[in-house]
């Protein structure tokens, strides 16, 4: 495990920044500066994700760039093997305009905690909002299995929607895409999967979410970091 990074607060709190440095290159890459993204860090509000079966504790920045996600043990061992080849496959990419639709994720960080004379240790996924800039009307998160996929109809604007959900809107209110953009979303899938299976990840999402005011539609792979065992 490559660990470069450790930060003491004055409250007691230690920070470990794992694979900093591979972190810090990927953000270079893709977020506006690293002052931008420590600056949305700074201000976070509790959200209350939906979609998953997870109870994970979510929060997202104010300016709705990040999502921030406690993991599990199970989860960090999980990413910390394969790190070094979601590291290449992202960098590979960003630098040749190969097609690609994972949810990027930009920094874990263990958190510890000294209470009460015990320590407590919790683990952070930072992660792009892969929503943000758009006013979506309609969220779906994929598995493509139908079985115990689907939610109840519902008017909260949060509600997340499954794949039985979608199957009976797409009955009446089609979903319609071009060619070329088929093609390209066909080979981001195809990028992302055969890169998750070379690292024995089996069980992820496809989140898509409609953008009618911008007539866009926002696609990304999510909840990849359970490998199978």
Not at 73 to 91: G, L, M, N, Q, R
Request: aromatic share 12%; glycine share 6%; hydrophobic share 35%.
């Amino acid at each position: 495990m490559t660990v470069n990074g450790k930060v003491t607060l004055k409250d007691k709190y230690s920070v470990t920044v794992v694979y900093d440095n591979q972190f810090f290159a990927l953000r270079k890459k893709c977020c506006p500066s690293e002052l931008a993204y420590i600056t949305s860090l700074s201000r976070c509000k509790k959200w209350n994700a939906q979609g998953g079966k997870s109870k994970a504790y979510f929060v997202k920045t104010t300016d709705d760039r990040f999502i921030i996600k406690q993991i599990n043990k199970t989860e960090f061992e999980s990413f910390i093997k394969f790190a070094p080849d979601y590291f290449k496959h992202v960098y590979h990419s960003l630098d040749t305009g190969s097609q690609t639709c994972l949810a990027k994720i930009l920094g874990i960080y263990q958190v510890k905690q000294i209470k009460h004379g015990k320590e407590v240790k919790i683990d952070l996924m930072v992660m792009e909002n892969l929503l943000f800039g758009h006013n979506i009307s309609r969220i779906y998160d994929l598995k493509g299995a139908i079985f115990s996929r689907r939610v109840t109809d519902s008017n909260d604007h949060d509600t997340v929607y499954l794949d039985q959900n979608y199957v009976e809107d797409m009955s009446f209110s089609p979903i319609y895409i071009g060619g070329r953009t088929k093609h390209l979303l066909q080979r981001a899938i195809w990028n992302d999967t055969s890169f998750l299976t070379s690292v024995n990840v089996m069980d992820y999402s496809l989140l898509v979410g409609v953008d009618k005011e911008k007539h866009e539609l926002v696609f990304g792979i999510i909840d990849y970091l359970r490998q199978y065992t």
